[in-house]
């Protein structure tokens, strides 16, 4: 897995649309029962010295609802069943949860409550595909709802289908202008598949409803960075640094940022931030070692880089880079295994096979070096004809 693979996948970790999250947004919370709303009244009115005529006929109301007991009765089975299902999936129960959501669901089909806990429980027990289906059936009975639009554009966004989640999530967006959250995970949606100019529009919205959160700041610093606004993304960075200082990757984004701009000592010093808040990140350790090496601090870079490969050994960017720290370090032979092993890793890139050439030549090994030079101009040519680095053989 590359580098970038790598940050990508931690980011996923960090912040993807999680079921956790969604849970707290659609939490089923048991409502008193209607009769003991009348009860309260009751008692309050009565407290309050009001007159026997509002007292009675409070109490008659009361009566009234009494008259309606087995319907009560059935509610208060059905609200008892939909606590015991929201218990068991905060205690990650979620096969009993399911069973207690779909009895209540079978009861009482208008309680969308139910229907939020079991598409939620399904997601969380890894069945996604069922859950997108249960997330359809709802939309359809409350296809103006907001949150059901949401909800679905959420499963579909889970199983896969990200299309459809994007087109739900923007319905969703319609349908609850002022809510933060569909818009925030539209544009995880859209970073999903690489559209962060729609992205970065979604945040912006986020940012303007909840300037608070740190970490719609990040994605749109992410998005800006992706799309060359690269001082617009250091601001972003920034504002979700002061807002919380330990945010996960808030330093590498910034550190990422400014060495994009070759800004050396700025990202060096952001990417030690981070490393002393979080000391298990590969891709961190490997950015620093690089931005170490480009300043011509070659001895610690080669430290850093081999902090990364201890915590990755498949990131070929790491070890084409220790490659080049040892080789000018005066340690060709080293440098040779380094280079070897990112060639094995990525035998289409070239940059591994120039420095492989120089290494063999330090050694006096002219023919593996003639061997490496040419396949690296090879390489170099095939990236001229099909769009990547262009070939320039002087």
């Given amino acids: 897995m590359s580098g970038e693979a790598e940050v990508i996948k931690r980011e996923a970790k960090c912040y993807i649309i999680s079921s956790k999250t969604m849970w707290t947004r659609f939490r089923v919370w048991r409502r008193t029962s209607r009769m003991a709303k009348r009860i309260l009244i009751c008692v309050v009115l009565v407290l309050s010295g009001l007159s ?5 006929r409070v109490l008659k109301a009361v009566a009234n609802e009494a008259s309606n007991a087995s319907g009560q009765m059935s509610s208060n089975s059905n609200d008892r069943v939909l606590k015991e299902a929201q218990q068991a999936f905060e205690r990650d129960d979620f096969a009993g949860a399911i069973r207690d959501f779909e009895q209540v669901q079978r009861a009482a089909p208008e309680k969308k409550e139910a229907w939020h806990g079991l598409i ?12 997108a289906e249960l997330a359809c059936d709802a939309a359809k009975r409350w296809p103006d709802d907001g949150e059901m639009r949401h909800l679905l554009g959420f499963a579909y966004f889970q199983s896969g289908q990200t299309k459809s989640a994007i087109e739900e999530l923007l319905q969703a967006t319609r349908l609850m202008p002022n809510r933060h959250e569909p818009q925030l995970d539209l544009a995880l949606a859209y970073l999903s598949t690489k559209q962060y100019f729609p992205a970065s529009e979604s945040l912006e919205v986020v940012i303007r409803l909840k300037p608070e959160l740190p970490l719609p700041h990040i994605l749109l610093g992410r998005a800006y960075v992706n799309t060359n606004r690269t001082l617009l993304a250091i601001d972003e960075f920034r504002k979700a640094l002061a807002i919380d200082k330990n945010i996960p990757l808030g330093h590498y984004h910034l550190g990422y940022a400014y060495e994009s701009l070759g800004r050396d000592a700025e990202a060096i010093a952001e990417f030690r931030k ?38 990755a050994s498949d990131n070929e960017d790491a070890q084409c880079a220790l490659g080049k720290a040892l080789l000018e370090l005066g340690r060709p032979q ?5 280079l070897r092993k990112a060639v094995d890793l990525s035998p289409k890139d070239p940059s591994a096979y120039f420095l492989l050439a120089r290494a063999y030549a330090k050694v006096q090994n002219q023919a593996e070096a003639a061997k490496a030079l040419q396949q690296f101009t090879e390489l170099k040519k095939q990236q001229g004809a099909t769009g990547g680095m262009a070939y320039r053989p002087n």
């Fill in 52 to 56: 026997n005529g509002v007292s009675g």
């Fill in 120 to 131: 939620l429980s399904y997601l969380r027990l890894g069945e996604k595909v069922r859950a």
């Fill in 274 to 311: 981070e490393l002393n808040l979080h000391q298990d990140n590969s891709e961190v350790y490997y950015r620093l070692g690089r931005a170490l090496l480009d300043s011509g601090q070659t001895q610690e870079a080669a430290v850093q880089l081999r902090h990364s490969l201890r915590l």
């Fill in 334 to 338: 080293e440098s040779i295994e380094a």
